[in-house]
């Protein structure tokens, strides 16, 4: 089975700062899928990004981007210029064949 | 296109009752996923349909749970009878085919609590 992990259970940043959520996760797998996904208090799950592992190159998505390192099966989403809207629990998740597996999420606030 | 809809958005119930939680996915949309979400837990797959045949029910807790997908456009979660450690939100998400890299697409959630 595949498992993810984010180990930073809370975070927070000040507006217009950049932060960096972590993520890891554990396969045997070569090609795999990989997302964050959003979700704020409204509680609707919103996919921020995604990230082929057969990419070497790191997805980005405005304000988003990925730092992508697949030896060390690292996912780690970079947020710039954070914006009061970007308050919300995070999940990566991990892909593979239509399955999905999520992390336990990291609460991330932008203070004002 | 209206999304992935869920029904009802919040239900209390007592225990013992029988809960039954409704989703419509998104139309073409081939596979279908629920998830539960608790602070303890965080987001648990519960089971999932491809073709509205379920593939995988393994993270469904235990006989009070079933789920059932009777044709593509409609899939039940029930519970019976409930106990108050089922009180969660769930989730419903579909997945369209094709892509190997489409996302899936979620509800907006049932947020369930068991007196």
């Known amino acids: 089975a595949q498992t993810v992990t984010q180990s930073q259970p809370e975070m927070s940043v000040q507006e217009a700062e950049t932060v960096t959520l972590s993520c890891t996760y554990d396969?045997?797998?070569?090609?795999?899928?990989l997302f964050w996904y959003k979700q704020p208090p409204s509680r609707q799950m919103i996919l921020v990004i995604r990230?082929?592992?057969?990419?070497?190159q790191n997805a980005t998505e405005n304000r988003f981007s990925v730092n992508f390192q697949k030896a060390a099966k690292s996912f780690s989403l970079k947020i710039s210029d954070s914006q009061l809207g970007d308050t919300a629990m995070y999940f990566c998740a991990f892909m593979k064949l239509g399955q999905f597996y999520f992390g336990t999420g990291t609460s991330l606030t932008v203070i004002p | 296109d209206a999304g992935v809809i869920q029904s009802p958005r919040h239900e209390v119930t007592e225990m013992g009752q029988e809960v039954t939680l409704r989703c419509k996915p998104i139309?073409?949309?081939?596979?279908l996923f629920w998830y539960r979400q608790t602070m303890m837990r965080g987001l648990e797959l519960l089971i999932y349909f491809n073709n509205n045949v379920p593939i995988d029910d393994s993270g469904m807790p235990e006989d009070r749970f079933s789920a059932k997908m009777p044709n593509a456009s409609f899939s039940t979660l029930k519970i019976q009878p409930s106990e108050p450690r089922d009180s969660a939100v769930y989730f419903c998400?579909?997945?369209?085919?094709?892509?190997?890299?489409?996302?899936?697409?979620f509800g907006p959630g049932t947020r369930l609590t068991v007196l």
């Open positions: 998400a579909s997945r369209p085919s094709g892509a190997p890299y489409n996302e899936q697409f």
């Open positions: 990230q082929e592992a057969y990419k070497q």
């Open positions: 139309s073409g949309h081939n596979s």
């Open positions: 396969t045997s797998e070569n090609n795999y899928y």
